[in-house]
């Protein structure tokens, strides 16, 4: 499944979910929803975003929050899946696995196509996981992975692409972190 098609089965299905994109994502997902739930982490960091989105759930308690993280940010910080795993949110960490720093030059992941994610988030305390190795699989799960109790950690392997430029996001952060805050009252 491409990167993209992962994307569109989750717009099809985010329902009213804060949706906080990083990396690679940050670049398709304005292309699919521009609602001011979307929130575009570029940090100078990788790794970020799961704790993010735990922030945010445990601050809102009740609204769900989905983290769209890539397979090298998420290797970077894998001691966030052992925090978020100790809360009971609606917390859903979807993770874009290509085996590429694809916005950085492409240069493969360590350990791309030997690490289990799934084997990572189960150890880590994760009771709802889920896999996907193509659209069809994705949409089979989708429905069910992105509703009831958290967390969730969703694997969703996706082809790799070089070349591409880093993403921007299409708004600057105040006015992003400004949107998200009206929009959650």
């Not at 001691?79 to 240069?107: K, R």
């Not at 996907?132 to 949409?139: P, Q, V």
């Not at 989708?142 to 070089?162: D, Q, S």
Request: with cysteine; charged share 15%.
């Amino acid at each position: 499944m491409t990167h993209r098609d992962a994307l569109e089965v989750l717009a099809a299905r985010r329902g009213e979910q804060v949706v906080v994109t990083t990396m690679g994502s940050v670049a398709l997902w304005p292309q699919l929803s521009d609602l001011p739930l979307d929130f575009h982490y570029l940090p100078s960091s990788m790794g970020q975003g799961v704790p993010l989105g735990l922030g945010l759930c445990l601050a809102r308690p009740g609204r769900g929050v989905v983290v769209l993280c890539g397979d090298g940010g998420l290797l970077m910080n894998l001691g966030c899946l052992v925090t978020a795993a100790q809360y009971s949110v609606p917390l859903y960490v979807l993770l874009i696995d290509n085996g590429l720093y694809e916005v950085t030059g492409g240069q493969p992941v360590a350990g791309a196509g030997r690490t289990d994610f799934a084997a990572l988030a189960r150890a880590s305390g994760f009771a709802r996981v889920y896999e996907a190795l193509d659209r069809a699989a994705w949409e089979a799960v989708a429905e069910t992975a992105l509703a009831g109790t958290g967390p969730v950690f969703v694997w969703l392997k996706v082809e790799g692409e070089r070349g591409k430029p880093t993403p921007s996001a299409p708004r600057p952060m105040a006015e992003q972190i400004a949107r998200l805050q009206e929009a959650l009252g």
